[in-house]
């Protein structure tokens, strides 16, 4: 999917409350009761779906570990995943 530009504002409340817009909220797959993440950089502040923001940064985090524990391919991770549960399963 191609991604979407688009412009919206919304009021801030008294109490600092905002309105996430229809639009932006389709946008970020959020619906009512889902958080958002604000991450700000310098003068610039984004929003993101929190829990595609966690996965994000999990990648992040991880990148580079399966080659450490020399899962190089999809076979690798195959015979990983089938030996530990043989290993599971003698316990």
């Given at each position: ?55 994000m940064r ?26 530990s549960r ?6």
């Amino acid at each position: 999917m191609a991604p979407t530009t688009f412009v919206n504002d919304a009021r801030v409340m008294t109490k600092g409350q905002v309105t996430i817009p229809k639009n932006v909220r389709e946008a970020l797959g959020v619906e009512s009761g889902d958080r958002v993440t604000f991450i700000v950089e310098g003068n610039t502040i984004r929003i993101v779906n929190s829990a595609v923001y966690a996965i994000m940064r999990l990648q992040n985090q991880m990148q580079g570990e399966a080659e450490k524990a020399g899962l190089l391919s999809e076979d690798d991770v195959a015979n990983w995943i089938t030996q530990s549960r043989r290993e599971e399963n003698m316990k």
